[in-house]
């Protein structure tokens, strides 16, 4: 049982790229979320998903897009990179009887040059 | 807005020398309050949810409580292992996008000495 794993662990971006950071969960969990965490700041709320096929905005979701065609992936996008999307992205997720309980992954290092 | 603030931003103790962290919290009708301990380079590890004023709950080392405005996280005789920053966390009653949303703090980074 590995719990929420995210792939890749660290990546290095031009202004302008394209990525798709990876988030898998076999846990069997219904809900899924994505965080920003930068420095000085708390965990920030950029998309969620309540089920397989939906997705919606959290606190932060301008310049990532979301897919979750599969319960147990939630896939961010970031179209357009820029140097503000420097960040440590986690991924979480959480049972739909306890959603208020989320477990997290390791996180991505994201450096955007 | 819902506003969750973390004391102190630090804290440096000698093992065995038991203290507490404090979690003051501003939001409207809170659905549950939640601890998470957070190592170096990994993602959060949940501790605790307290969801009413006077509840408690212990795990080894730490005792969370609840009161209306704030949670308290006491160490009894910490160890060098229990060095991490600890994050506390809300969620307000609404509806909406808002009945999923976590709001946190900046957490406070333990450092226990041996």
Known sequence: NAGVTQTPKFRVLKTGQSMTLLCAQDMNHEYMYWYRQDPGMGLRLIHYSVGEGTTAKGEVPDGYNVSRLKKQNFLLGLESAAPSQTSVYFCASSPAESRETQYFGPGTRLLVL | ?114
């Open chain 2, 1 to 114: 807005e819902d506003q969750v603030t973390q004391s102190p931003e630090a804290l440096r103790l000698q093992e065995g020398e038991s203290s507490s962290l404090n979690c003051s919290y501003t939001v409207s009708g809170l659905r549950g309050l939640f601890w998470y301990r957070q190592d170096p380079g990994k993602g959060p590890e949940f501790l605790f949810t307290l969801y009413s004023a006077g509840e408690e709950k212990e795990k080894e080392r730490l005792k969370a409580t609840l009161t209306k405005k704030e949670s308290f996280l006491h160490i009894t005789a910490p160890k060098p292992e229990d060095s991490a920053t600890y994050l506390c966390a809300v969620r307000a009653a609404g509806s909406g996008g808002s009945n999923y949303k976590l709001t946190f703090g900046k957490g406070t980074l333990l450092t226990v000495n041996p």
